[in-house]
């Protein structure tokens, strides 16, 4: 069999952003596998432990020197990758380094990753309304003034909120 048309199973760390928050998993032939990101949750006081995403972005080159990952892979091929011991113990290993490095102070708590859709429990972000994503004109202005070096008014400084917007269409 030739070597682009075999699975070799590697498992190595792979950086997103930092080192230890990202995992290739070589799944299929030429190296095309799976890059999954690894995020931790300090949500609970003193405990670091995985926030699980399934949807790892699709690894290409996994076999070869410089590995690369774009879009995005199928879940099924995640919950796949899951079902093999030495991708939950690499995940494991790397979680851990990855909570030490982000939260020294706080133990690490394994969560053992979710296995299907049915498992996986999405976490629930609070809902943005329009006020929240919209900045203050005077305060655009002002950082404006300030990145130009311009001089600054009594105006620039009223933050107060702008009018609601009218209704209807």
Not at 2 to 12: A, D, L, M, T
Not at 81 to 104: D, E, F, I, K, T
Not at 137 to 156: H, I, S, Y
């Amino acid at each position: 069999m030739r070597p682009e048309q075999h699975n070799s199973g590697r498992v190595f760390p792979l950086p997103r952003h930092s080192p230890d928050d990202g995992l290739a998993v070589v799944t299929g032939p030429g190296g095309v596998g799976l890059h999954i990101w690894l995020d931790p949750d300090t949500e609970t006081a003193g405990i670091c432990r995985p926030r699980w995403n399934p949807d790892p972005a699709r690894l290409s080159g996994g076999d070869g020197p410089s590995p690369r990952s774009s879009g995005r892979a199928p879940r099924q091929e995640f919950y796949a990758a899951l079902r093999r011991g030495p991708v939950r113990s690499a995940l494991r290993r790397q979680m851990a380094r990855l909570c030490h490095q982000r939260a020294p102070t706080r133990r690490f708590q394994w969560q053992a990753p979710p296995r299907s859709d049915a498992e996986f429990l999405p976490v629930l972000q609070p809902l943005l309304e329009e006020e929240h994503l919209l900045s203050y004109p005077n305060a655009v202005r002002r950082a404006e003034k300030q990145l130009l070096g311009l001089p600054l008014t009594p105006k620039d400084w009223d933050d107060t909120p702008p009018p609601p917007a009218p209704e209807g269409p």
